[in-house]
T-cell receptor, first 112, second 113 residues
Framework: GQQLNQSPQSMFIQEGEDVSMNCTSSSIFNTWLWYKQDPGEGPVLLIALYKAGELTSNGRLTAQFGITRKDSFLNISASIPSDVGIYFCAGRSATAGNKLTFGGGTRVLVKP | KAGVTQTPRYLIKTRGQQVTLSCSPISGHRSVSWYQQTPGQGLQFLFEYFSETQRNKGNFPGRFSGRQFSNSRSEMNVSTLELGDSALYLC????????????FGPGTRLLVL
């Protein structure tokens, strides 16, 4: 089946830092979605991307749909403590019956 | 608009029992998908319902089933529960349009003892 490789698996942030994470696949996707999940809650949609090369921002978050349609990245600028959580990428492909495939998540933690 | 709601939020069952979880989608959304989330396996797709019909299915055993009603509300059922079924079960709804985007509920946390 299709797989999304999300990296890094975890990262520590210091307030004010810019951070980035990405998802790659051997398959082509026609939609990329980025979600954030807080403990005990369901994932919340952050950004949706529908076209190759598309660059979309949502506040301090910026995500891009890779030109090859096999990858996407998410940047968080000037991180703040409430950015802590788990970030998931998800891709949709017509060849997979339009089901969403999720990456393994990037756990963002605050530097002690 | 109200978001996706799931009931119950928490559930404890014992092995061999069966369980039914409920999901009410965002008003106007006709597609409901179910996912299982565990620390080891991440988010795994169970099935999707659209207009009362199962449109997609993941790789789960037949003990996992679902249905959708005419008002788009959906239920999923797990029979003969196993310890490994302990997980957060998430429901997501979408408008199933050309730029379909799924919105998740808070989930039902199931613990099987």
């Amino acid at each position: 089946g299709q797989q999304l490789n999300q990296s890094p698996q975890s990262m520590f942030i210091q307030e004010g830092e810019d951070v980035s994470m990405n998802c790659t696949s051997s398959s082509i996707f026609n939609t990329w979605l980025w979600y954030k999940q807080d403990p005990g809650e369901g994932p919340v949609l952050l950004i949706a991307l529908y076209k190759a090369g598309e660059l979309t921002s949502n506040g301090r978050l910026t995500a891009q749909f890779g030109i090859t349609r096999k990858d996407s990245f998410l940047n968080i600028s000037a991180s703040i403590p409430s950015d802590v959580g788990i970030y998931f990428c998800a891709g949709r492909s017509a060849t997979a019956g339009n089901k969403l495939t999720f990456g393994g998540g990037t756990r963002v933690l605050v530097k002690p | 608009k109200a978001g996706v709601t799931q009931t119950p939020r928490y559930l404890i069952k014992t092995r061999g029992q069966q369980v039914t979880l409920s999901c009410s989608p965002i008003s106007g959304h006709r597609s409901v998908s179910w996912y299982q989330q565990t620390p080891g396996q991440g988010l795994q797709f169970l099935f999707e319902y659209f207009s009362e019909t199962q449109r997609n299915k993941g790789n789960f055993p037949g003990r996992f089933s679902g249905r959708q009603f005419s008002n788009s509300r959906s239920e999923m059922n797990v029979s003969t529960l196993e310890l490994g079924d302990s997980a957060l079960y998430l429901c997501a709804s979408s408008n199933a349009g050309a730029e379909e985007t799924q919105y998740f509920g808070p989930g039902t946390r199931l613990l099987v003892l």
